[in-house]
């Protein structure tokens, strides 16, 4: 029995990922023409397919045609992905073909008919970061890394790798190669409740009825299963407004067109289709292997002046617009710092949490409404030290982390405000844009009060813990706190130093 849920839960999540994917047809500049679930046409990577109206550029600047997706859902995180695993028949259910030869064959046999395929293999199963196969997915977008597997110094560490997966296939390094510049793995993909509250608020998005949480039944998952047993497995967008017209599931989309869209990303994850959504977007992936910065010296050098150019050139001058953050905190303060409330602009904010996405409207002069917003504690760190800090536990509670990397790494900070967001510190914790605005404004408030001004001191030293539109609204509100120096957290880092210096305020290159 255990084997028979597990295999319909894997079955439900090819499902939701479909219609995830379906939903892109009704995107503001999608690129994507037509959306396939469980196709005839490419061996093995069937589960589903994205077909663009033309050539999407991948990270090399390749052009990419078709994505094709194959998705492994598990029940537990007993097992993971490694170099080993790649070639084993097991790890796919098999008995004759790895994941590794499944992929060959599906670049094969679509070469003929297009060079533009690109294959996705999905899993919930993570990669342990002592296999070597962790060093060779990119961050960026979960490519191979094909310059450090196939570098050609005699004491390559991959070297062997190279050998073992290449006689595999029973192919040269050449065709190993080629094979491998067509596959993304994504790791640790979301849970299926996660995705299925990913799905609902792109269902109101496309104009789709959403998800009815603590239903028994889920009337997209049948409706994909009866479409495919009439014999149909490829959908344009009429056709999927269609269909959900005939089944009561369309609802259309009260979206306001009038108000231009903006992104401005650092990361894929969440955010690798933003292109379809946003009529204009910073996009600073390039800058960065997953969430850690390619070069330290990227952040003054490349971010800041990018940010700059792109608020002051291409935002501000459209007066309103609603802003789509995928990015580092810094990268969300800084486009704060550039907004400030001097620049007239109205924004509003779309804000993804814990419970799903939500819009953030407020007007640039709202008043505080609430009291008790934060538990403020002055923390003496090192009497030699003239800077201040400042840590917002919001999400998560931050400050012991933050405080022992202070005492290790920045003798010139000598007191610390540690800011404890009021009632109860978690995910949810900020409600609202207005909440958010309120927040920023104490927190200004507090330093400004409590931090002293002499020529010998340095900039304020900020962390935090806190979603990025409030991270965001304390960014338009810093202009009056002098110099600021940011610092990012590195989630995926194995190091034991946790934080990295990153955007110096106001920008010193422009």
């Not at 084997?3 to 999608?30: M, V």
């Not at 109205?346 to 008043?367: F, H, K, Y």
């Not at 990397?405 to 003798?411: A, R």
Request: glycine letters at 6%; one cysteine or more.
């Amino acid at each position: 029995m255990k084997g028979i849920s597990a295999r319909q839960q894997g079955d439900t999540y090819q499902e939701r990922a479909f219609w995830l994917y379906a939903c892109r047809l009704f995107r503001r500049h999608t690129t994507v023409a037509k959306v396939g679930y469980e196709i005839t046409d490419v061996p093995h990577f069937d589960d589903v397919a994205v077909i663009y109206s033309e050539p999407i550029l991948n990270v090399r600047g390749e052009p990419i045609s078709a994505d094709y997706y194959q998705f492994r859902w598990h029940s537990d995180q007993a097992g993971s992905l490694t170099c080993d695993a790649m070639i084993d028949p097991s790890f796919m259910n098999s008995q004759r073909t790895s994941l590794l030869q499944r992929l060959h064959e599906a670049v094969t046999t679509t070469t003929t008919r297009s060079q533009c395929g690109r294959f996705t293999f999905v899993t919930t199963w993570g990669v342990p970061q002592s296999d070597a196969l962790a060093k060779l997915i990119s961050g960026r977008d979960n490519e191979i890394r094909l310059d450090t597997l196939f570098d050609s110094g005699s004491a390559s560490r991959f070297k062997k790798l190279r050998q073992k997966w290449s006689a595999h296939l029973d192919v040269d390094e050449v065709e190993l190669r080629r094979t491998l510049a067509c596959l993304r793995l994504y790791v640790n993909s979301p849970s299926l409740d996660a995705l299925t509250r990913r799905l609902s608020d792109d269902l109101v998005t496309a104009g789709l009825r959403p998800i009815e949480y603590g239903k028994r039944s889920h009337p997209y998952e049948s409706l994909i299963r009866r479409l495919h047993a009439e014999g149909r497995s490829i959908f344009s967008m009429t056709d999927i407004q269609s269909i959900c017209e005939q089944e009561e599931l369309w609802v259309g989309t009260d979206i306001d067109h009038d108000t231009p869209l903006v992104g401005i990303r650092s990361f894929l994850r969440f955010a690798e289709h933003m292109e379809d959504e946003v009529d204009h977007m910073l996009d600073l992936v390039g800058l960065f292997d997953g969430r850690q910065i390619e070069a330290e010296e990227h952040w003054n050098a490349e971010v800041g002046p990018r940010i700059h150019e792109f608020i002051t050139g291409t935002v501000a001058p459209l007066g309103r617009f609603r802003l789509q953050l995928s990015a580092h905190s810094s990268i969300a303060f800084a486009a704060g710092y550039e907004l400030d409330p001097k620049s007239g602009v109205t924004i509003s904010l779309l804000q993804n949490s814990a419970g799903g996405s939500s819009v953030w409207e407020l007007s640039a002069t709202s008043a505080a409404h609430r009291e008790n917003l934060w538990k403020v504690s002055e923390l003496d760190i090192n009497q030699e030290g003239c800077d201040v800090g400042i840590v917002l536990s919001v999400t998560h509670n931050a400050c012991t982390e933050v405080l022992d990397y202070v005492q290790g790494h920045l003798p010139q900070v000598g007191r610390m405000l540690v800011f404890t967001v009021q009632p109860d510190v978690g995910p949810t914790s900020v409600t609202d844009g207005y909440h958010a605005w309120d927040l920023a404004r104490e927190v200004v408030s507090v330093v400004r009060e409590k931090r002293p001004q002499h020529a010998a001191m340095g900039p304020l030293h900020v962390f935090g813990a806190a979603p990025n539109g409030l991270i965001f609204f304390l960014g338009r509100l810093a202009r009056s706190l002098g110099p600021i120096q940011l610092y990012e957290h590195e989630f995926e880092s194995d190091q034991p130093v946790r934080y990295r210096q990153s955007l110096s305020l106001p920008p010193t290159t422009i």
